[in-house]
Nanobody, 119 residues
Framework: QVQLVESGGGLVQAGGSLRLSCAAS????????MGWFRQAPGKEREFVAQ????????GYTDSVKGRFTISKDNAKNTVYLQMNSLKPEDTAVYYC????????????WGQGTQVTVSS
């Protein structure tokens, strides 16, 4: 089973930037997509962005469009989330996830990385 390791979280002031990374532990032959989700205190986990592994097609939740960019490095089995113009409401634990080909949902998750945006 693929294991995911996230990095890049931290504390940043509003308007600042962070880049999250998520490395998959093994080959991605069966991978359909990788995505980022987040969970703020007292709230449910929500979708942030995804990228299809073969085609590179991306998708974003409305609240981050124009500010966040998801990208991938196939050679490194790694996906990135570049976050610009950060807002305090972006504060959350960010999780990386994998959707395997033939699966209807993201079913493998990383441990999460904390992103805190101060006002």
């Amino acid at each position: 089973q693929v294991q995911l390791v996230e990095s890049g979280g931290g504390l940043v002031q509003a308007g600042g930037s962070l880049r999250l990374s998520c490395a998959a532990s093994e080959g991605t032959l069966r991978m359909y997509a990788m995505g980022w989700f987040r969970q703020a205190p007292g709230k449910e986990r929500e979708f942030v962005a995804q990228i299809r592994w073969n085609s590179g097609i991306t998708g974003y939740t409305d609240s981050v469009k124009g500010r966040f960019t998801i990208s991938k490095d196939n050679a490194k089995n790694t996906v990135y989330l570049q976050m610009n113009s950060l807002k305090p409401e972006d504060t959350a634990v960010y999780y990386c996830a994998v959707r395997i080909a033939g699966s209807g949902s993201f079913d493998t998750w990383g441990q999460g990385t904390q992103v805190t945006v101060s006002s």
